[in-house]
Nanobody
Framework: QVRLVESGGGLVQPGGSLRLSCAAS????????MAWYRQTPGKERALVAAIASGGMTRYADSVKGRFAISRDNARNTVYLQMNSLKPEDMAVYYCNNGVWTGMFHPYNNWGQGTQVTVSS
């Protein structure tokens, strides 16, 4: 079955950086689009960044220029490099696999998420 394991979250000061990782298994990773979402209490999960199997990327406006999504098909892992972090980036971050049609369409596969806390 599909398994997605997020890691790399933690506490960081405003302006700092974190790199999240998502190890995937149970499907053909290299053929799948991948994405990062985030969720804060009381709000729905929101798309942060997505990457197609061919490498095309898409970002939420709020993170453009600060976050970068990448993938390593040899390791079945997708990454999210987060720079210049702001308090409003604080959330639980999840990865997901899905379909790319010019935009990302997620499957209903969610890991446990990883908490990112941005605070001084």
């Amino acid at each position: 079955q599909v398994r997605l394991v997020e890691s790399g979250g933690g506490l960081v000061q405003p302006g700092g950086s974190l790199r999240l990782s998502c190890a995937a298994s149970g499907f053909t990773f290299s053929n799948s689009a991948m994405a990062w979402y985030r969720q804060t209490p009381g709000k729905e999960r929101a798309l942060v960044a997505a990457i197609a199997s061919g490498g095309m990327t898409r970002y939420a406006d709020s993170v453009k220029g600060r976050f970068a999504i990448s993938r390593d098909n040899a390791r079945n892992t997708v990454y999210l490099q987060m720079n210049s972090l702001k308090p409003e980036d604080m959330a639980v971050y999840y990865c997901n696999n899905g379909v790319w049609t010019g935009m990302f369409h997620p499957y209903n596969n969610w890991g446990q998420g990883t908490q990112v806390t941005v605070s001084s």
